[in-house]
């Protein structure tokens, strides 16, 4: 076999990265997503081309590298900016990779003699883990989440903010959820756009799924590894093709719910989690999302939908006969 004659010369396959195996084995365990696929990139710009260092500004972290007639030539490290600038800090605060400033831009190092000489009990592992626990708990980085919501428009904001018993609205409740577990799982802070709060509003509003049903769903959408590839927010997660993905999953995949018990318990909710409901909830979704789209797409509820979502009221009721 082809495999076996090319074991046998020990040729490197071509067109390929070396990696050193203190990153793969000691290192990349022990970090967040994005803080690897950061140095993974600042390994393929470098180690790829037999480079110590390269120049890599933010933007080709973000969108990757094009040549001079605009062909592209990668997709970069595949994340938002915000998440970028977080994971490369956290990597130049451990000594993980060093950042050399100039007035082209900054060059990104492995820094690698560091690396080894430093064991992992206590070292740079421990360091990037020290950081990352500053940063969430920062007052700076983790701003309120209500003024993510609509910063145009205060009153409103406040309007969700509280219900009458003096507690966080299930909306409020909900959107904190949402973004705490997205740091968690995909490493990312979203931002949370006033088209997110209206369509979460709009969902909670059915009352089909309750606040705790919705939180699962959630938790399954950032966390599986599949759902990964589609943007982290909470219009995407209420859109008709992932709820009728997430039903797919729920009816026909054993494995769903072993995985969505699997993701709740690593953020220690141990709320009952009841599949037929949880299922009778997103057909019911489905249904109501189809309905939202193909009236969209024929333009027949413009006016509907701006006088306070009443194709969502004729469409529940529609279910309930």
């Not at 900016?81 to 100039?102: F, W």
């Amino acid at each position: 076999m082809a495999w076996e004659s090319m074991e046998k010369e020990n040729k490197l396959i071509p067109n390929s990265t070396q990696i050193p195996n203190v990153i793969l084995d000691l290192i990349i365990p022990g970090i967040s997503e994005a803080e690897t696929k950061c140095l993974l990139y600042i390994c393929r710009r470098t180690y790829g081309f037999h480079k110590e260092k390269d120049r890599i500004s933010l933007s080709q972290f973000v969108d990757g590298l094009k040549d001079k007639d605009g062909k592209k030539l990668d997709y970069g490290a595949g994340l938002s900016r915000p998440a970028v600038v977080e994971a490369l800090k956290n990597l130049i605060g451990a000594g993980i990779i060093k950042a050399i400033k100039t007035p082209g831009g900054n060059y990104y190092e492995i820094n690698l003699d560091f690396i080894i000489n430093n064991p992992i009990e206590g070292g740079v592992v421990n360091k990037v883990n020290q950081l990352r626990k500053l940063t969430r708990s920062s007052k700076v980085s983790k701003p309120e989440v209500v003024n993510l919501v609509n910063p145009q428009n205060k009153e409103k904001q406040r309007e969700t903010k509280y219900n009458a018993a003096g507690k966080p609205s299930a909306h409020k409740e909900f959107i904190k959820f949402f973004y705490d577990n997205c740091q968690r799982f995909r490493s990312i802070k979203p931002i949370i756009t006033k088209a997110d709060a209206k369509n979460l509003k709009r969902i909670l509003d059915l009352k089909i799924l309750n606040q705790s049903e919705l939180e699962q769903l959630a938790v399954y959408f950032l966390a599986n590894r599949y759902y990964k590839k589609f943007s982290p927010s909470i219009s995407t997660l209420f859109s008709s093709g992932i709820i009728n993905g997430l039903m797919n999953n729920a009816k026909n995949n054993e494995i769903f719910w072993k995985e969505l018990d699997s993701y709740m318990t690593q953020i220690n909710d141990k709320t009952d989690i009841e599949p037929k409901k949880i299922i009778t909830g997103l057909t019911q979704l489905k249904i109501i999302l189809n309905n939202l789209q193909r009236a969209k797409d024929n333009k027949e509820t413009a006016t509907s939908i701006k006088s306070g979502g009443l194709l969502f009221k004729q469409t529940k009721m529609e279910l309930k006969t």
